[in-house]
């Protein structure tokens, strides 16, 4: 079975968001540090080369594929900042997300281009209702 490729790393997050050229985005990235930390009690990871993780789980599909995950994380991507997030309560998911702000989604990721487009109390809402989904998911 292949190994994943993204996996927790030893490197900075420091020297990573320092490196972002978009004066914004390490802004907004250095906040969401903040904000995913204090959330989590966990430190910020470097998860392959780009994702910013918090705690971890190991998840099993039913196929037999495994692995590890950051519980929670973001990358600050050159077009938008990918938050990821799951909810394994679709219904719950949405009701979350009607009150966020200005975003895209995709299957377990929503796509802001600034923190100012979102609505701070409802981002930790849904990072916090993220968390337990995956922990119910995967104890």
Not at 58 to 73: N, R, T, V
């Amino acid at each position: 079975m292949a190994k994943n490729k993204t996996r927790a790393t030893t490197n900075s997050v420091a020297d990573f968001i320092d490196q972002i050229p978009d004066e914004q985005k390490k802004t907004d990235s250095l906040r969401l540090v903040e904000i995913m930390s204090e959330i989590t009690g966990q430190p910020a990871i470097l998860w392959g080369p780009s994702i910013i993780g918090f705690g971890s789980y190991h998840y099993k599909y039913a196929s037999g594929h495994e692995g590890d995950a950051p519980l929670i994380g973001f990358s600050p991507r050159k077009t938008a900042i990918s938050l990821y997030i799951c909810s394994c309560d679709e219904d719950s998911e949405k009701s979350n997300l009607a009150g966020l702000g200005k975003f895209k989604m995709s299957k377990a990721c929503v796509y802001i281009k600034r923190l100012s487009d979102i609505n701070a109390d409802m981002l930790s809402n849904i990072i916090k209702e993220s968390i337990a989904s995956v922990k119910r998911k995967y104890p």
